[in-house]
């Protein structure tokens, strides 16, 4: 086979043609998979062949190695390692060849496959050699093969980690980058590789950061990148500033006044993609300033690992009015184009930053170009001043803010009705959301929003729906912070007049010709969900009328003919929009129980129409209906289980969508809410479910996300059916077991790993909780015995872990009063043999908390009874947990003891008065 020539094919315009390119490929690769990768590499690296063959070759060697999925990922990983060392020596060969290419094509690929082998093999302590061979030469090297070397480094440093490089290694990589961003020495293809090699390799920079000398080094060489002649150094080397501005923060001192300089010239003179960076550096300072004075907030001794250095309010008087600048650069036609990025908008968003992290300050700075610019002729003009106005709305006091606020908000009022440009009433808009965002519900006893102004700001803002669809959108999002606002008054909202005038408004918006455009009608039915939302007792006649308004919207969904493929997929989000709105409503009618009743004579048919929902789409099911069923379970009770023969179909059949994972997540919920509406009348139902969840949880292409989800969903099934949940023990709890000891092992692990990790414990704790709930009384409860001592040796790694999560500390010590209140007499020998009792003792009794050691020595008078033990390890369970304690913790703490001092009523009377005036304490 002709390797150059099905790899041509492959890129055909010729569907067929590629298609039978593509088989011959894939048969290539089954058969023999190294010498296919070998044909691949040997294709890249010929100079001969054509550069589309070489880089689709490179392309697929590439994907050989590496995917974004989590699994294939690590199976391609076990499969390059398992090739014979020969094969892969004589790929590594090619590709190195490769890097000295004329091609810079050829060049480029070449360096992405070397990286991500390295990023393989380095961890596995392979291909050693590699960092020095590519440096060992590159002071001699010609211009184009210096370039590819620098990119191949730079591409190694994004895939491999900081700790698998040793040092010395790192110093040289680091010396050889830096050395090619030098000005006088090779080309702007060098320098422009070494500066992006750069920004990868400014993780593994650590040393040379805390170094003085080295670190003035890096920093001139990068300083001097952002004067280069060349557009695209420029923007690579602001690119590192802003990533130095994070990752080293705290070195930036002596620095700070020339990137001061070097900015603001690149914001108002540099091209806009430089410009971008250069502002994109003063956000980045303000979001660690923003962080490390919440910090100093929350944290009243103030021992902030990083000091703040304040760059931002020093720098104050020069940077606000840079920033104001760049407000004046708006493009002709940006509120039409969504997702669109300019000077203007990143020096908004800045100067909304700005505002968060010095307060009050900023006012006096930005207000004189407000006053002045607000009624100029120019509509830049005007639009710039509105928009610096609504961007340091969130930040400075309401005191500050509120007499400002109540002078333009008429002004604004006039604007948005009477403004001749599009772009000023957008702003204007926008801007009025973000007064009723940060400061109406904020200003109760001095209200922006009176009696005397509410019916002007109702009237301008249902005149503005009618607007254009940009405009007509921010207004429906003004009216949705109004609502939200008002959220808690009762039982009389300043709404209540308009409410009805307000939801046809709305209606009516979402019926426009046009509103598809700028997502105006999603924004509206946002707005009339928070209207529902936050309607009150006064409104729910209202909210009770809007029901079968929107049921026959959806109804009319379903009516079409045979619909395009467009169409279809309009007729879906459609349906999304008015099954999320049905499920706000249910949620709010099912809320009390006067409107639920009157509710309730809808059911059946909304029902009726969530069924239709589903089946008019052929494989997969709407989430969206499915979240609202979930509500309606939750508002019909029992009742609901007149629904179940024709619904499980659908469950059944999210349950097995693991593909579209949200889907499947959505409705293991929904199987959650069925659980608690019907009890144990679910029983009937939860062999299929149970069989389907386990099959989820063994499948390996479940994303990771639905696992906790699944967990807790067995705990409500066991609350639900009770003990019959038995037949199910020996199956569920191997599975719980096992990833409960996989959730144990953490270290190394980034935040989005804890958070999922975190998230997993819960689930898992959630449904040891449920079916230790679900046995309580039941005679069958000897049958959770076998299981307590992995449980409780799972607790134990959870109390013991320092800066537990709050809500797992609180779930945690949860499932040790439920294990306590169901095992009821075994528990008292578990718990104990669960902690290694010496050991324990000697620890509290050496403990510096008195109340700790204080019981500690009464256990020890007491022989170390179980029941002295025991209450020894609840105290001992609250100290740990009593630096990090909130209310609810405490509360969750105390139960737990009751039920456990409950099993040892006659032993721990005296103590219980000592536990009660500790937790009293906190
Ligand atoms: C750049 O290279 C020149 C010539 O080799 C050298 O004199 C100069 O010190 C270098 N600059 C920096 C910043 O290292
Ligand atoms: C980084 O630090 C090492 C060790 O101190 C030094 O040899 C190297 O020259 C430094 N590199 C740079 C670019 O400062
Ligand atoms: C920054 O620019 C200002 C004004 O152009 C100048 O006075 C100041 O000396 C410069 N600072 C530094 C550190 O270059
Ligand atoms: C108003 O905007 C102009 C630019 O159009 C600017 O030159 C002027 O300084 C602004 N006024 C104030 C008081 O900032």
Redesign the pocket.
């Known amino acids: 086979m002709e390797v150059t020539q099905v790899l041509l094919n492959a890129q055909s315009i010729d569907g067929s043609v590629r298609k039978h390119a593509e088989d011959s490929l894939k048969q290539f690769q089954e058969q023999d998979l190294p010498l296919f990768l070998i044909s691949l590499s040997q294709e890249l690296s010929n100079d001969e062949k054509p550069v589309e063959s070489r880089k689709l070759a490179g392309l697929i060697l590439k994907n050989a190695l590496d995917a974004k999925e989590q699994h294939r990922k690590l199976e391609l990983v076990q499969r390059w390692l398992s090739l014979d060392s020969a094969v892969k020596n004589q790929i590594k060969t090619c590709l190195l060849q490769t890097l000295s290419s004329p091609a810079p094509d050829a060049r480029s690929t070449a360096s992405q496959v070397i990286a991500k082998i390295a990023g393989i093999e380095l961890p596995h302590k392979q291909w050693p050699e590699l960092i020095g061979s590519l440096l060992s030469t590159i002071h001699q090297l010609p211009p184009h093969v210096k370039q590819a070397t620098l990119e191949t480094l730079g591409y190694l440093c994004e895939e491999v980690s900081p700790d698998v490089i040793d040092q010395d290694q790192v110093n040289k990589v680091l010396t050889a980058v830096v050395q090619g961003m030098n000005a006088s020495v090779g080309n702007n293809d060098v320098r422009l590789a070494a500066t992006r090699a750069l920004y990868n390799a400014l993780g593994f920079a650590q040393v040379n950061f805390s170094n003085d000398m080295e670190r003035d080094y890096i920093m001139r060489v990068v300083c001097e990148a952002t004067l280069s002649p060349e557009v695209k150094i420029r923007q690579a080397a602001f690119e590192c500033l802003v990533s130095i501005s994070s990752s080293y923060y705290e070195k930036l001192v002596p620095y700070i006044?020339?990137i001061?300089?070097i900015t603001a010239k690149a914001v108002r003179e540099d091209e806009e993609a430089v410009a971008l960076q250069a502002i994109e550096f003063w956000s980045s300072i303000c979001d660690e300033e923003i962080d490390i004075l919440e910090e100093y907030g929350a944290d009243l001794v103030g021992d902030s690992s990083i000091p703040c250095f304040y760059f931002i309010k020093q720098a104050l008087p020069a940077l606000v009015p840079m920033l104001l600048e760049t407000l004046l650069k708006q493009e002709e036609d940006q509120d039409q184009d969504e997702g669109a990025w300019n000077i203007a908008m990143a020096g908004g968003t800045c100067l909304g930053l700005v505002a968060r992290t010095v307060g009050d300050d900023i006012v006096p700075l930005v207000m004189p170009f407000i006053e002045e610019n607000i009624t100029k002729p120019d509509w830049r003009q005007r639009e710039a001043a509105t928009y610096a106005f609504g961007s340091i709305l969130e930040g400075p006091s309401a005191d500050k803010l509120t007499p400002i606020v109540n002078v333009a908000l008429s002004f604004m009022l006039t604007a948005l009705t009477n403004d001749p440009s599009n772009h000023v009433k957008d702003t204007t808009a926008w801007t009025l959301g973000r007064i009723f965002e940060f400061l109406h519900g904020s200003t109760m006893d001095a209200p922006i929003i009176t009696p005397a102004n509410c019916q002007q700001i109702i009237t301008v803002l249902l005149q503005s729906m009618k607007d254009v669809p940009n405009v007509a959108e921010k207004a429906c999002g003004a009216l949705y912070f109004l609502a939200q606002g008002y959220e808690d008054v009762s039982p009389s909202s300043p709404l209540t007049p308009f409410s009805q005038e307000i939801v046809q408004s709305l209606l009516t918006v979402t019926h426009r010709e046009d509103a598809g455009e700028s997502r105006l009608r999603t924004a509206a039915y946002e707005t009339l969900n928070e209207i529902v939302r936050c309607s009150t007792d006064e409104t729910a006649s209202m909210v009770l009328q809007l029901v079968p308004v929107i049921m026959m919207e959806l109804h009319n969904t379903l009516e079409g003919q045979k619909l395009s493929l467009d169409e279809r997929e309009k007729q879906g989000e459609l349906q999304g929009l008015l099954c999320g709105c049905l499920q706000v409503i249910i949620q709010k009618l099912g809320s009390s129980e006067t409107t639920k009743y009157l509710f309730l004579q809808y059911a059946d048919q909304i029902m009726g129409l969530f069924l239709r929902v589903f089946a008019c789409r052929s494989a997969t099911v709407h989430e969206e209906a499915m979240l609202a069923i979930g509500a309606l379970a939750y508002a019909t009770g029992s009742d609901f289980a007149k629904y179940m023969p024709e619904f499980y179909k659908y469950l059944e059949m999210g349950l097995q969508n693991f593909e579209e994972y949200q889907v499947c997540a959505v409705t293991v919920g929904v199987v959650g809410d069925i659980c608690r509406a019907l009890e144990d009348k679910i029983l009937p139902y939860c062999d299929g479910i149970m069989s389907q969840l386990l099959k989820d949880l063994s499948s390996n292409q479940l994303h990771r996300s639905v696992k906790p989800a699944i967990f807790s969903c067995f705990g409500d099934i066991a609350l639900a059916i009770g003990e019959s949940f038995e037949k199910y023990l020996m199956y569920a709890m191997p599975m719980l077991q096992s990833a409960a000891e996989l959730s144990a092992q953490t270290s190394g692990a980034d935040d989005e790993m804890i958070e999922y990790t975190n998230t997993l414990r819960n689930g898992i704790l959630e449904a040891y909780s449920g079916i230790f709930q679900g046995f309580k009384n039941s005679p069958k409860t000897q049958l959770l015995v076998p299981y307590a001592p992995h449980i409780l040796k799972f607790l134990d790694s959870i109390y013991l872990e320092r800066d537990m999560d709050d809500l797992v500390m609180k779930t945690a010590i949860g499932v040790l009063g439920d294990l306590a209140d169901t095992l009821g007499s075994n528990a008292g020998s578990l718990i104990l043999d669960s902690v290694s009792s010496r050991e324990f003792l000697n620890e509290c009794l050496s403990s510096d908390d008195h109340l700790i050691k204080e019981s500690a020595e009464w256990a020890k008078q007491q022989k170390l009874s179980s029941s002295s033990l025991v209450w020894v390890l609840g105290l001992h369970v609250l100290s740990r947990c009593h630096f990090q304690t909130t209310e609810a913790v405490v509360v969750e703490l105390s139960l737990t003891l009751a039920f456990i001092a409950n099993i040892f009523t006659n032993n721990c009377i005296g103590t219980m008065e000592l536990g009660s005036d500790f937790v009293e304490e906190e």
């Open positions: 006044q020339d001061f300089n």
